[in-house]
């Protein structure tokens, strides 16, 4: 059974930092592209970032530099180091393959 689990968001202030974690089950991310998404109030789901299975990793303007996605195999684990955070940066983050969601972490960066 395919699964993603999230974790690591939080409140932090402007210019602060997280890592999120997406671990997963029922498949191995190493073989399969992983994408982080976000969903803040009121808007619709965007793409933030994504990682390929040889490792290319790309990103939305609006987070290029600030944030890196990340894997660690031996741990079927995919991350999202986000640094410098800004207030536009608060929402829901979803990690996701293909067409399976984790159920989602809260971000909330405090101006």
């Known amino acids: 059974q395919v699964q993603l689990v999230e974790s690591g968001g939080g409140l932090v202030q402007a210019g602060g930092s997280l890592r999120l974690s997406c671990v997963a089950s029922?498949?191995?991310?190493?073989?399969?592209?992983i994408y982080w998404y976000r969903q803040a109030p009121g808007k619709q789901r965007e793409w933030v970032a994504r990682?390929?299975?040889?490792?290319?990793?790309i990103y939305v303007d609006s987070v290029k530099g600030r944030f890196t996605i990340s894997r660690d195999n031996a741990k079927n684990t995919v991350y999202l180091q986000m640094n410098s955070l800004k207030p536009e940066d608060t929402a829901v983050y979803y990690c996701?393959?293909?067409?399976?969601w984790g159920q989602g972490t809260q971000v909330t960066v405090s101006s």
């Open positions: 996701n393959r293909e067409n399976n």
């Open positions: 029922g498949f191995f991310v190493s073989s399969n592209a």
């Open positions: 990682i390929s299975t040889g490792g290319t990793t």
